[in-house]
């Protein structure tokens, strides 16, 4: 696992994606920008209409036999094929935090199926979970992924089948933002 690595997120009138729609899920919804940006590292001024930090982390959840699995099958981002690509900044309830890590892990898990439902759109789907919580930012998680316009669909069922699940009932924000890169 390398290193903890800061992430910025800037959505305004700069970067390599062009925002297709924002979509609220849960809660508060963001403020409408025409593009977006995902910087490692220092980023660079803020221009934005709105900024997201978090940074990359360990794994918490994930049992040996899964990781092994994952590293097995996923793909990097930044494939030249995968035009497409979804922001979901996700918080989750003082009672999701309230558990301990094992309960945690049997509703994400055993009785939410996330690892198993998710490991059915790779290698389509690249992703990366980027952490905020603990930099007392507005949401816990930002979740990025990336996919050719061919797995757009795939994309959405995947969507739906979580949001079905036990472990979603502990999400009170959640915001969907779709782009597209020419
Ligand atoms: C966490 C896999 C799709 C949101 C995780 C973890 C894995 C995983 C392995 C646990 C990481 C750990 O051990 O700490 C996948 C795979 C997917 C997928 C293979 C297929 C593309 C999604 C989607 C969303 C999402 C579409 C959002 C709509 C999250 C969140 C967490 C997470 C918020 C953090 C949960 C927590 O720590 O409470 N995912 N996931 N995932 N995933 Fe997914």
Not at 8 to 24: E, N, Q, S
Not at 172 to 179: A, M, P, S, T, W
Request: proline share 7%.
């Amino acid at each position: 696992m390398p290193a903890p690595l800061p992430v910025t997120v800037t959505a305004g009138a700069h970067g390599p994606w062009r925002v297709t729609d924002i979509r609220p899920c849960l809660g508060a919804t963001l403020p409408p920008a025409a593009r977006l940006r995902v910087e490692d590292g220092d980023a660079t001024p803020d221009d934005g209409a709105w900024r997201l930090r978090g940074v990359t982390s360990n794994l918490r959840y994930t049992a040996e036999a899964e990781r092994a699995t994952l590293a097995g099958v996923q793909q990097g981002l930044g494939r030249p094929q995968a035009s497409r690509a979804a922001l979901i900044p996700i918080r989750k309830s003082a009672a999701w935090w309230d558990m301990a890590q094992d309960a945690r892990r049997a509703v994400l898990e055993e009785e939410s199926r996330h690892i198993a439902i998710g490991l059915e759109y790779l290698p389509g789907v690249a992703r990366r979970l980027i952490h905020s919580r603990d930099l007392g930012e507005p949401f816990d998680f930002l979740t990025w992924f990336e996919f050719a316009p061919e797995h757009e669909a795939g994309f959405d069922t995947l969507l739906s089948r979580l949001r079905a699940t036990k472990e979603w009932g502990f999400v009170e924000r959640e915001v969907e933002i779709r782009l597209a890169r020419d």
